[in-house]
């Protein structure tokens, strides 16, 4: 049971060092793919539509405060990207997908 407290912690960890600016984008994006998932039956693929919208967000956001170069900044995501562990891969899923899921079910028992 270790790798579910290590998953745990990761997810804890996303929300916990986050800046304000960070967790906004999380929030614009879970709320625009929550309500747009029209039933749970969809939430992988949501997910996966989430996760690519937010890795853009924070590129343009990493582009409008730094003035860096924009080619030379997606080349150094890119190979981030690839040495990035899937245990936070795995937590960022998690994250939004629980996320998404509740705006989508609290949007269907609204418009009820």
């Known amino acids: 049971m270790d790798w579910l407290t290590d998953i745990w912690n990761s997810i804890y960890a996303i ?3 986050a800046d304000w600016i960070t967790l906004l984008i999380i929030g614009v994006v ?3 793919v929550g309500f747009m998932t029209e039933s749970l ?3 992988i ?3 996966f ?4 919208v937010y890795a853009v967000a924070q590129f ?7 003035g860096a170069n924009a080619s030379a900044l997606a080349q150094a995501d890119w190979h981030t990207f690839l040495a990035w562990p899937m245990q936070g891969f795995i937590a960022y899923a998690i994250a939004f997908a629980v996320l998404i899921a509740i705006v989508s079910l609290l949007r269907t028992l609204v418009l009820r």
């Open 15 to 17: 929300f916990a060092t």
């Open 49 to 52: 539509i989430a996760l690519v």
């Open 30 to 32: 879970v709320l625009g």
């Open 41 to 43: 039956a969809t939430i």
């Open 45 to 47: 693929t949501s997910t």
């Open 60 to 66: 343009v956001r990493a582009i409008a405060t730094g």
